[in-house]
C-alpha cells in the first residue's frame, strides 16, 4: 500500500512545490518590472522581437481564419447567411479567434525564443555573471520580456481583428456575390467597444503569460543543452494550455450572465 | 589555516554549509582570505569549489554558516544590501561566460554601464583601455564573443572582471580548456592585472601550474572541508596526504573523486 501511495504522494508534492515556485517567480518578475531601474532600449527591443517579427504569423494566420470562417458559416447556414456573416466573423475574430489564435502563435514562435536564449544564459554561467556585474536578472532579463508581452499582443491581436475582417469581406464579397455595401453597414453597426475591448484585454493577459512562462522555464532551466531544450518544449507548452484555461475564465468575466 | 585579526581578513568564512537533497557539498568550511592576498583553492571536480564561491558571492544561499566580507556579514543581507557588497567583486567565470549579444566592448563595460549607470562613451573608452591591459586590439571591441578563441574569450572575461577595479576579484577555473602557452598568458595576465587593481583575488583550479603562478597563499578541499591551508610555495611539500596526491596525481591515496558534479 505505502509502495503505491508514495510515488503519488511526492508526485502531489512535486506539483506543489513547483506551483509555489511558478508563484513566487511571478511576484518577483512583477515586483520588478513596476520598480527602477527600467531599461527602455532592451523594452524596445524586446517589442519589436514580440510584435514586429510576429506580425507576418499572426497576419497571415488572421487572414486565412478569416475567410475560412466566412466560408465554414455560409456552409452552415445558408439563409440569412448574408446578414448574419458580419456579426458572426466580428464577433468571432474580435472576442475569440483573434486574440487566442494570436497568441498560440506567438507562444510558439516568441515563448520558444525567450525559453532558449535565457535558458543558455542561465547553462552558460551568463544570468550569474549578470549579478556579479550590479545587474539585477530579473531587472533586466525578466522585466522588459513582460513589458513586451504585455503591451504588443494587444497591438498584434488589433491589427489581426482587422486582418481577419477583411479576409472575410474578400471570401464573402468575392466569392459568395455578397453585397459589398450592406457588408460593411453591418460591420459598422454591430462592432461594439465590449467586443473589441474584451478581446485586447484578453490579448494583454496573454502576452504576459507567454512571457512569464518563456521566462520562468528559462531562468529555471538546467543540465545544458538538454534542460534549455526541455525549457523550451515546457514553456510553450505550459504558455498554450494556460492561454486556453485563462481564455475560458476572462470569457466568463467578461460575458456570462 | 592559522586565525588572522579579522581586519587583516578581506573575506572570512565560517562553518559554510551546503547540500542539495541528501548530497552535502559543503559541510563546514572555514576560509580566510587575506586583504590584497591571493588565495587559490584546489581540490577535485565535483568538491564544492564552485559552490562555496557561488555562496560567497550571493548566487547561492548557504544552509549554515557565516560570511563576512570587510568585517560585514553578508548571509542574510537584503537584496539591496547585496548588490552594494556585490560592487566589491568582479569575476572570472570557467566559461568566460561572455554575453553573446553584445559587442566584445559591451561585455566589459557591461558593469559599468549598467550596473553603475555609466555614459556609454566614457564607458567604452575605460573598456578599450582594459581590452589593451589583456592584450588585445582596440578593434577586437566591435567583434562578438562567438568570433573570439577560447583564448581570446577568457582575456576579455579578465579585461571585464577588472573593468569596475573591484576590491575583490574570483577566478573561476582561470586556465581549464586552454593551451599551455595560453594558459601561461592567463596566469601572467591575472598577476599583473591583479596587482594593478591592488585587489585581493580568490581563485578555483586543479590546474597546480595555476596555482604556483598566480597564488600567495593555497587551501585545500575535500568533501566540503577545507583540508590543509598554507603558503603557495609550501603545496608542493606540505605533508599532508590529501594534498600529496592531489598535486603528485595519483590514483591511489585518501581522495575519492566523486562521481556527481554540483
Redesign the interface.
Known amino acids: 500500500m505505502t509502495a503505491i501511495l508514495q510515488p503519488i504522494g511526492r508526485t502531489f508534492l512535486n506539483g506543489l512545490a513547483a506551483m509555489g515556485r511558478l508563484a513566487l517567480f511571478s511576484l518577483l518578475a512583477v515586483r520588478h518590472c513596476v520598480t527602477p531601474p527600467f531599461?527602455p532600449r532592451l523594452i524596445l527591443r524586446q517589442m519589436i522581437e514580440i510584435g514586429y517579427y510576429s506580425l507576418p504569423y499572426v497576419g497571415m494566420t488572421a487572414v486565412f481564419t478569416g475567410m475560412v470562417l466566412v466560408l465554414q458559416s455560409y456552409t452552415g447556414f445558408k439563409v440569412g447567411a448574408e446578414s448574419a456573416m458580419p456579426t458572426i466573423l466580428l464577433i468571432s475574430l474580435t472576442r475569440e479567434l483573434g486574440p487566442v489564435l494570436g497568441a498560440l502563435i506567438v507562444a510558439g514562435r516568441v515563448g520558444a525564443s525567450m525559453a532558449a536564449e535565457i535558458g543558455?544564459?542561465r547553462v552558460?554561467?551568463?544570468i550569474?555573471?549578470l549579478?556579479?556585474?550590479?545587474?539585477?536578472p530579473y531587472k533586466?532579463l525578466i522585466a522588459p520580456r513582460i513589458w513586451a508581452g504585455i503591451t504588443m499582443l494587444p497591438l498584434l491581436v488589433a491589427v489581426a481583428d482587422i486582418i481577419g475582417v477583411l479576409g472575410g469581406y474578400f471570401v464573402s464579397v468575392h466569392k459568395l456575390g455578397f453585397n459589398e455595401g450592406n457588408f460593411i453597414n453591418n460591420i459598422a453597426q454591430d462592432a461594439t467597444f465590449k467586443d473589441i475591448f474584451s478581446g485586447l484585454v484578453k490579448a494583454g493577459v496573454f502576452g504576459f503569460t507567454i512571457s512569464l512562462m518563456g521566462c520562468y522555464h528559462g531562468f529555471n532551466s538546467k543540465g545544458g543543452a538538454q534542460g534549455v531544450g526541455k525549457a523550451t518544449t515546457n514553456a510553450v507548452a505550459t504558455s498554450m494550455i494556460l492561454i486556453l484555461i485563462l481564455d475560458y475564465f476572462l470569457t466568463e468575466l467578461f460575458f456570462a450572465r | 589555516m592559522s586565525p588572522q585579526p579579522s581586519s587583516d581578513l578581506k573575506i572570512k568564512v565560517r562553518g559554510l554549509k551546503k547540500a542539495f537533497g541528501s548530497n552535502v557539498v559543503l559541510d563546514g568550511v572555514d576560509l580566510d582570505v587575506p586583504r590584497g592576498k591571493s588565495l587559490v583553492v584546489i581540490g577535485g571536480s565535483g568538491t564544492g569549489k564552485s559552490v562555496m564561491i557561488k555562496c560567497i558571492l550571493g548566487l547561492m544561499k548557504p544552509d549554515a554558516g557565516s560570511i563576512e566580507i570587510d568585517g560585514e556579514e553578508v548571509v542574510g543581507m537584503s537584496a539591496r544590501e547585496r548588490e552594494r557588497v556585490m560592487r566589491k567583486f568582479g569575476m572570472l567565470f570557467q566559461g568566460a561566460a561572455l554575453f553573446d549579444s553584445l559587442p566584445v566592448w559591451e561585455n566589459v563595460a557591461f558593469g559599468l554601464i549598467s550596473g553603475r549607470g555609466m555614459n556609454r562613451k566614457e564607458a567604452k573608452e575605460i573598456a578599450l583601455r582594459k581590452l589593451s591591459a589583456v592584450g588585445l586590439q582596440p578593434e577586437v571591441g566591435e567583434l562578438y564573443p562567438a568570433e573570439l578563441s577560447g583564448g581570446m574569450q577568457k582575456r576579455v572575461g579578465l579585461a571585464r572582471a577588472i573593468a569596475a577595479e573591484p576590491e575583490i576579484i574570483f577566478f573561476d577555473e582561470p586556465t581549464t580548456g586552454l593551451d599551455p602557452i595560453m594558459a601561461q598568458v592567463i596566469n601572467e595576465l591575472i598577476v599583473t592585472c591583479v596587482d594593478a587593481v591592488g585587489a585581493t583575488a580568490l581563485s578555483i583550479t586543479h590546474d597546480m601550474h595555476s596555482l604556483r603562478e598566480i597564488g600567495d597563499s593555497a587551501a585545500m578541499i575535500y568533501q566540503g572541508k577545507i583540508v590543509w591551508a598554507g603558503a603557495a610555495a609550501e603545496v608542493d611539500h606540505s605533508g599532508n596526504p590529501y594534498v600529496e596526491q592531489f598535486v603528485q596525481g595519483k590514483a591511489e591515496g585518501p581522495i575519492r573523486m566523486p562521481v556527481r558534479s554540483f
Open positions: 531599461y543558455t544564459m552558460t554561467e551568463q550569474d555573471a549579478s556579479t556585474l550590479s545587474t539585477n533586466y
